[in-house]
């Protein structure tokens, strides 16, 4: 009897210390369900009601979890609003991802995608000032194909991948570089007026995309999106291109693809519409 007796305790503890586990990552799985939501909500902060009724918890329990998360400085508290927003901790972690973060091997695979799909070069541009250059392409296997040249500065009126840059820039940005820049003619189709090109801008923000028939390279025809980052500004734009006579007609058909493709590439940089 002794021996089953002591038998039966070690069951009983090794089932305790199992169940012990499993709450223990519960409770950790509720506190990066708490932290994520700050993470991915519109709002700069939140209250207790707010995240508890997101989340499904109770209030005792997000009191319990935001104690826990403001001891080590991933969440603040205001003492007047007694709302919560991201702590130091928390954006000191954003910040070294995003210095850790490569642009352009996140972007290969969606690149690579797109390029597969229409048949057509897929490319990666990003913001120099007042200039725009392409960093990344993917060329398809066609004997007739566009090719980029990698590095080289264009201006921001000129081109799908430029338009759609300089169009959702802020508007202190588009009007500083409307003063600062004759909008000069790179091919006859290169929108030099500048009422055209405002309104042109409003379109492409509207419909979240630019396209281009010629406008910076004669014959060629393109459609591209915006990449934002984790504060909503823009960080890159994505495009598909090829010569007009074959891409034209199948501009429209690649354009949700492409604003699928950049929407992705937004939600690892830590945007969320």
């Known amino acids: 009897m002794p021996a089953q007796a002591k038998t ?30 700050f993470g991915r909500s519109a709002r700069p902060d939140l209250g207790v009601t707010e995240i508890a009724t997101e989340l499904g918890l109770t209030k005792a329990a997000v009191h319990r979890i935001l104690t826990a998360l403001r001891s080590r400085e991933l969440i ?40 597969a799909h229409a048949g057509e070069t897929a490319t990666l541009s990003v913001r120099r000032g007042d200039t725009r250059l392409y960093v990344e392409q993917v060329v398809p296997e066609q004997e007739l194909r566009m090719e980029v040249s990698l ?10 991948s430029s338009k759609v840059i300089l169009a959702f820039l802020r508007e202190e940005e588009i009007e500083g570089y409307l003063t600062r820049h004759r909008l000069a003619a790179l091919t006859a189709r290169t929108i030099t007026d500048q009422a055209k090109l405002r309104a042109e801008l409003a379109a492409i923000r509207r419909r979240g995309y630019a396209t281009s028939l010629g406008e910076r390279q004669e014959g060629a025809a393109s459609i591209a999106a915006p990449v934002f980052d984790h504060d909503g500004g823009l960080i890159a ?37």
């Open 237 to 273: 734009a994505i495009s598909v291109s090829g010569p007009s006579t074959r891409f034209k007609s199948h501009m429209q058909q690649s354009a949700p693809l492409l604003v699928e493709a950049a929407d992705r590439l937004s939600a690892q940089l830590g945007y969320h519409r």
């Open 151 to 160: 590095g080289i500065p264009y201006p921001l009126h000129a081109g799908s």
């Open 76 to 115: 603040a508290a205001d003492p007047v609003t007694r709302r919560y927003s991201l702590g130091h901790a928390a954006i000191s972690l954003g910040r070294a991802y995003m210095a850790r973060t490569d642009l352009r091997a996140m972007a290969g695979p969606e690149l690579r995608r797109l390029a």
């Open 8 to 37: 039966s305790a070690r069951v009983v503890d090794a089932t305790d210390e199992g169940d012990g586990q499993s709450r223990s990552i519960a409770a950790v799985e509720r506190a990066m369900d708490v932290l994520l939501l």
